[in-house]
């Protein structure tokens, strides 16, 4: 069983940046692909970027140019960097961790899921 924490949301202004973390516990963390996800309110959860137990990564369009997913397997923590925040940037951060192989970016391929963190960007 893999515990997962995030922490790091906050409020910014538009343009500001923020790095949210996500601390896993429980298991062999460079075993797992790793995700983060988000969701806006009354919007479906979607998927933000990926990165491999080896550290190859992807992104959701929306993000790419502006976010990097990254990972240290010896302190069992995946980041994300994010940077030119938006307003439509804002929800809530979700980590994801799914067992063997390349991580998905559907949600419903990963096993395990952290309690998410709140990202709110003004205008």
């Known amino acids: 069983q893999v515990q997962l924490v995030e922490s790091g949301g906050g409020l910014v202004q538009a343009g500001g940046s923020l790095r949210l973390s996500c601390a896993a516990s429980?298991?062999?963390?460079?075993?797992?692909?790793m995700g983060w996800f988000r969701q806006a309110p009354g919007k479906d959860r979607e998927f933000v970027a990926r990165?491999?137990?080896?550290?190859?990564?992807y992104y959701a369009d929306s993000v790419k140019g502006r976010f990097t997913i990254s990972r240290n397997n010896a302190k069992n923590t995946m980041y994300l960097q994010m940077n030119s925040l938006k307003p439509e940037d804002t929800a809530v951060y979700y980590c994801?961790?799914?067992?063997?192989?390349?991580?998905?970016?559907?949600?419903?391929?990963?096993?395990?899921w952290g309690q998410g963190t709140q990202v709110t960007v003004s205008s």
């Open positions: 994801a961790a799914q067992r063997g192989g390349v991580p998905s970016y559907r949600s419903d391929d990963y096993d395990y």
């Open positions: 990165v491999s137990g080896l550290g190859s990564t």
């Open positions: 429980g298991g062999t963390f460079r075993s797992y692909g």
